[in-house]
């Protein structure tokens, strides 16, 4: 159980355009969810906490109006780059919280942006 | 000074070898303590997950939580060459689902055959 799918796994774009990612709760409902970005060879870093059905709260130097995030279900949340640039490029990983359980983030397997 | 410090390694063991990594945070409010395991291009998976200070095995995982010096241990036993991945420390204050955990930098460990 826990499981948390992402799509997609790896994407190319062109500069300028716009992504979307997708992060899925298979086997759970998840009332809060939220994106990572991680560098290679370096740890997660926190953009943004999504709970369902509300605004999500960006972390302090997070373009919120760049990095776009819908949380409409207890299963969905996606993660939009928006005017996407090659320094976006990166590993983006969500992670799901199970309602009413400790406070342990199942993590997807990650989507790896590369903006050329 | 960050919140939460974690040797990045990397750290080389033999195989069979007991593989030890630690992580040393400065909030004194963190009392979730959790180990996660990254291999590279993956998603980290949840490891161990332990409350306050105290000891908790799993398998060939032990965890450990020092609450008064502000450090806590993994130590890995019989390591494999499977247990080759960056393993990362993360803490909370509240146990509330949702709430944001905050990481330490991540330990790459390498076990040679």
């Known amino acids: 159980g826990a499981v948390v799918s992402q799509h997609p796994s790896w994407v190319i774009c062109k500069s300028g355009t716009s992504v979307k990612i997708e992060c899925r709760s298979l086997?759970?409902?998840?009332?809060?969810m939220f994106w990572y970005r991680q560098f290679p060879k370096q740890s997660l870093m926190l953009m943004a906490t999504?709970?369902?059905?509300?605004?999500?709260?960006?972390e302090q130097g997070v373009e919120k109006d760049k990095f776009l995030i819908n949380h409409a279900s207890l299963t969905l949340s996606t993660l939009t780059v928006t005017s996407a640039h090659p320094e976006d490029s990166s590993f983006y990983i969500c992670?799901?919280?199970?309602?009413?359980?400790?406070?342990?983030?199942?993590f997807g397997p990650g989507t790896r942006l590369t903006v050329l | 000074q960050k919140e939460v410090e974690q040797d990045p390694g990397p750290l080389s063991v033999p195989e069979g070898a007991i593989v030890s990594l630690n992580c040393t945070y400065s909030?004194?409010?963190?009392?979730?303590f959790m180990w996660y395991r990254q291999y590279s291009r993956k998603g980290p998976e949840l490891l161990m997950y332990?409350?306050?200070?105290g000891n908790k095995e799993d398998g060939r995982f032990t965890a450990q939580v020092d609450k008064s010096s502000k450090y806590i241990s993994l130590f890995i036993r019989d390591s494999q060459p499977s247990d080759s991945a960056t393993y990362l420390c993360?803490?909370?204050?509240?146990?509330?689902?949702?709430?944001?955990?905050?990481f330490g930098g991540g330990t790459r460990v390498l076990v040679k055959p």
């Open positions: 993360a803490m909370s204050a509240s146990k509330a689902a949702g709430n944001k955990l905050t």
């Open positions: 909030n004194s409010a963190f009392q979730y």
């Open positions: 332990t409350y306050s200070s």
């Open positions: 999504s709970n369902e059905g509300s605004k999500a709260t960006y």
């Open positions: 086997d759970f409902q998840a009332t809060t």
């Open positions: 992670s799901a919280s199970r309602a009413g359980v400790f406070n342990e983030q199942f």
